[in-house]
């Protein structure tokens, strides 16, 4: 059982590796390998339209736990965009949990994830500060804070709470856009009644850079 658990892992890391690589080396038909037919039906609509906006992204891929056929993986994202004649920088950040069969990924499921995409060379530094993981029907917190202020220059923020995520866009209308001081966005944020998962999408403008913010929180019983 020892030697069976240990190959497990091995192939385990494996998988991730050749999975980092491909991505990485955008090897898209070697990808298709790494996946049963519907996990990668599934992942290649969503990996096609995010090639779209971003051309360049450059992927860090860490297992942080292993159970026989799933892993937990830590991954980040980084990557440039041009919109409107301005180019934007993305970090994101993800916990993406993993099940395998016979060495190819059967399923996976985002669990945790923080994105933000702001104007290139600004200085400022937001901090998200948010659970990870709210009861079904708690009020919550949800804060952007801009870690060392420059000056006291007004901000102009909104906050949501995504319905469809194909349909955001960055408008006063739907983000509520309002001037406020420059320590950040704060917001008190009420989850939903069913499990599952809650997205929150946010926009900070100020006069040194411009910053969209979303963050996946999962909702439980």
Do not use: C
Request: no cysteine.
């Amino acid at each position: 059982m020892i030697n069976s658990a240990l190959s497990k892992n091995i192939d385990n890391q494996l998988l991730i590796n050749q999975l980092e690589g491909f991505l990485n080396q955008r090897k898209d038909n070697l990808l298709k390998e790494l996946f049963l037919q519907k996990s990668f039906n599934q992942f290649n609509k969503e990996y096609l339209t995010f090639r779209k906006k971003y051309r360049d992204a450059k992927w860090s891929i860490q297992s942080v736990k292993n159970d026989q056929n799933k892993s937990w993986l830590d991954i980040k994202i980084i990557s440039t965009r041009e919109i409107n004649d301005q180019i934007y920088n993305l970090k994101t950040k993800q916990t993406v949990k993993i099940e395998t069969y016979k060495s190819k990924i059967k399923g996976y499921e985002v669990i945790d994830e923080e994105s933000i995409l702001n104007s290139q060379n600004s200085p400022l530094i937001i901090k998200i500060v948010s659970p990870r993981k709210v009861l079904t029907g708690e009020k919550y917190e949800m804060n952007l804070i801009i870690e060392n202020p420059l000056d006291n220059s007004l901000t102009a923020s909104g906050m949501i709470v995504l319905k469809n995520e194909d349909n955001k866009q960055i408008s006063n209308d739907i983000f509520g856009i309002k001037p406020n001081q420059s320590g950040g966005l704060f917001k008190y944020i009420q989850a939903p009644l069913e499990p599952g998962y809650q997205n929150i999408s946010a926009i900070i403008a100020h006069p040194k850079g411009i910053y969209l913010i979303t963050k996946k929180i999962k909702v439980g019983l």
